[in-house]
């Protein structure tokens, strides 16, 4: 008896391999690279430009970078910042990751709206809500104030506390992917052996399903702290210039200080850090698996 014939799929376009294919497929890769240049590179050398010829041709605004207290003040509140926030951001994705790969479908559906709903919300709009939410005579304060809780209303905002909860909220979702694909990768069978051993759950999660979901952690670690180095709106909003990050430093340089070789300096030196950061990931975890 005859096998059952099956549907061929209909070629579409040029036959793979082509020369009409290679053409186009070349056509299009080229364009990526062209972007790049145009949006990134031609910039940027237009930025180290302005380090080392503004005010004056030389390396001073780089020396100023490494020698002036109030700059270095800026450089460790962000890094303090941004370590915080990293490490709270992706502890929170990943218990919230947990639940949306292992929960039932309820969990899931309501971890795909904590992941997900956050992006249709604009940064700005996140930013003035934490604010009516943590001012002085803001919700949190008046609803513990007439509860009894406290007496006088807890300082929230003008300082690092608000800065930190506001970007901690923006970048959990960005922390969540990262470790959801690393946990949607992990071998079932490698945990029933450790529980099949006798481990008990606790030991089998600690011991075997962490380490194994460590790339995952590197990745939004690195992720999250690469983007809460470039935050702006957040900090400006509700550190209300007592919490000054340095991109908030960058705009005061150039907008109302004027000192735009400094600015660039501290641009660079930024950018440094960044690809620093991006090639360790590289090195440490395939990417591709990141955002598989």
């Known amino acids: 008896m ?4 099956t549907p061929h799929a209909v ?8 020369r009409g294919w290679r053409i186009g497929g070349w056509g299009l890769i080229a364009l990526l690279p ?3 240049c145009a949006a990134y590179l031609v910039p940027f050398l237009g930025v180290a430009n302005w380090s080392i010829t503004l005010p004056e041709p ?4 780089y020396l100023r970078v490494a020698t002036d207290p109030g700059v ?7 890094i303090r910042i941004c370590a915080i926030v990293t490490a ?3 502890m929170l994705a990943y218990l919230l990751t947990y639940v949306w790969i292992h929960g039932n479908r309820t969990m899931r559906i309501i971890a795909e709206i904590c992941i997900i709903v956050p992006f249709w ?4 709009t996140r930013a003035f809500g934490w604010l009516v939410v943590l001012y002085n005579r803001g919700i949190l304060n008046t609803w513990l104030q007439d509860l009894g809780i406290i007496s006088q209303p807890l300082t929230l905002v003008r300082n690092d506390v608000g800065v930190v909860i506001g970007m901690v909220h923006f970048l959990v979702p960005f922390a969540v992917f990262p470790i959801a694909s690393v946990m949607r990768g992990l071998d079932g069978r490698v945990l029933m052996a450790a529980r099949g051993m006798g481990a008990s759950r606790l030991r089998t999660f600690w011991e075997v399903f962490v380490p194994m979901t460590m790339p995952g952690i590197f990745g939004s670690a690195v992720i999250v702290f690469v983007f809460s180095l470039g935050f702006f709106v957040t900090p400006a909003l509700l550190g209300g210039g007592r919490a000054i990050m340095i991109a908030e430093y960058v705009y005061v340089q150039i907008f109302q200080a004027s000192n735009w070789g400094l600015a660039a300096a501290l641009s660079v030196t930024m950018i440094v850090l960044v690809s620093a950061l991006l090639l360790a990931l590289m090195r440490i975890t395939r990417v591709e698996k990141l955002v598989r």
């Open 34 to 36: 062209l972007f790049l």
């Open 11 to 18: 070629p579409v376009g040029p036959a793979p391999g082509g």
């Open 121 to 124: 919300i604009s940064v700005l």
């Open 72 to 78: 270095h003040s800026v450089i460790w509140r962000t």
């Open 58 to 61: 030389g390396l001073g605004q």
């Open 88 to 90: 709270l951001a992706v």
């Open 2 to 5: 005859p096998a059952p014939s």
